[in-house]
């Protein structure tokens, strides 16, 4: 398995663990854990089969008034591992083994609860079984003494952007983050992040390590994020590269749409002429007609077509650019539904409400909601 150090830092922190709890176990008793008193937890135990990999972690925490261990087994797995059930069987034993041997019992002399959690974030959807049973072939009869058990599966790639929308929810941001492609959306989700994280120096540090290994997964150039010691850092550095690709989108856009205006209406503008030529040419006499018509229908056609050729150019390339940045800001489905409205418009200075509008929109819906003014 591949794991990420930087995954295992940020789930070493106790907010974490309590955001984990409480926006993906639903189960009444996370209602009643007393979060301050979130302890981590250091294993001992290794076997030379299974190991003890660097990215498994436990915590502990207290339930109503007396200490409940509510140990936390975290796995973080790249790809589908089957036999999962069966590793974490096998922790699981060793861990009780371990919490007798330090006579760390119950006041009731039980072993304390276990809630084994893997957390995959693999790109395949997790298929496997997550029951040990699934992996056991039994006999008649033979069920009751087979050992039962299962753990909590969390797949990243399951929760939908709906799913995720956890107010002030690190770990729902975290799995958010994971799902971006773009660096607007990054920006995004970093905006509402910054504000829960202020106070918190630590987490700040351990959630910075992580995003710039995101970052460069996703194609960003690492040595920029040489010298960035804090997460509002990145939210300036995505800022600022986002001003200097739209500007240089917006000079590709006008480029590629003049150079398309001009061989358009070149084109269009020598079809007319030379139309026009042989018309008049018919008129005034075939021999000297046709020479003048063409000679006057070309001219008058390459004239008309660089001037719709620039015309047009610029229409394109204005309607590329706002697609292109609309698909950065509020994503593909919003982009798509703006480039139908702007084939509709053919005049510039309405087309430049979109840019204003871009910038003044919350939302997608909410500059698609403006689009039919344009048309009135």
Request: hydrophobic share 40%.
């Amino acid at each position: 398995m591949i794991y990420d150090p930087a995954y295992k830092k940020l789930f070493s922190q106790p907010r974490l663990i309590e955001d984990l709890l409480k926006g993906f176990v639903p189960q009444p008793w996370v209602a009643e854990l007393d979060f301050s008193t979130l302890e981590k937890r250091n294993v001992h135990f290794v076997t030379p089969q299974l190991g003890w990999r660097q990215s498994d972690v436990i915590w502990r925490v207290k339930l109503r008034d007396h200490w409940l261990y509510v140990l936390i087994l975290l796995e973080f797995q790249s790809s589908i591992d089957r036999w999962m059930p069966l590793r974490l069987w096998v922790y699981l034993g060793l861990l009780y083994l371990e919490l007798l041997e330090q006579q760390q019992l119950l006041p009731n002399g039980k072993l304390p609860p276990v809630l084994p959690i893997v957390l995959y974030n693999g790109a395949p959807r997790w298929r496997a079984s997550t029951q040990l049973a699934d992996l056991l072939e039994t006999l008649p009869g033979l069920a009751p003494y087979q050992p039962r058990f299962e753990f909590l599966l969390l797949d990243e790639g399951r929760y939908s952007e709906q799913d995720l929308r956890l107010p002030r929810n690190l770990v729902a941001a975290l799995f958010r983050l994971e799902h971006c492609q773009e660096p607007a959306d990054i920006l995004r989700v970093l905006q509402e992040v910054i504000p829960a994280i202020q106070q918190h120096p630590e987490l700040d540090k351990a959630l910075l390590a992580w995003l710039k290994t995101l970052l460069v997964r996703v194609q960003f150039p690492e040595e920029q994020l040489t010298g960035i010691d804090h997460l509002y850092e990145v939210t300036s550095m995505l800022e600022e590269r986002m001003r200097s690709w739209t500007e240089r989108w917006k000079q590709e856009g006008f480029r590629q749409g003049i150079a398309q205006g001009l061989e358009q209406g070149l084109e269009q503008g020598l079809e007319q002429g030379l139309e026009q030529g042989l018309e008049q040419g018919l008129e005034q006499g075939l021999e000297q007609g046709l020479e003048q018509g063409l000679e006057q229908g070309l001219e008058q056609g390459l004239e008309q077509g660089l001037e719709q050729g620039l015309e047009r150019g610029y229409l394109v390339g204005e309607r590329e650019t706002y697609v292109r940045l609309t698909r950065l800001r509020f994503g593909e489905a919003t982009a798509n539904q703006l480039a139908l409205w702007l084939d509709r418009i053919h005049d510039r200075e309405r087309l430049a409400h979109i840019g204003d509008w871009l910038i003044q929109c919350e939302s997608g819906a909410e500059l698609l909601e403006r689009l039919p003014k344009l048309l009135d």
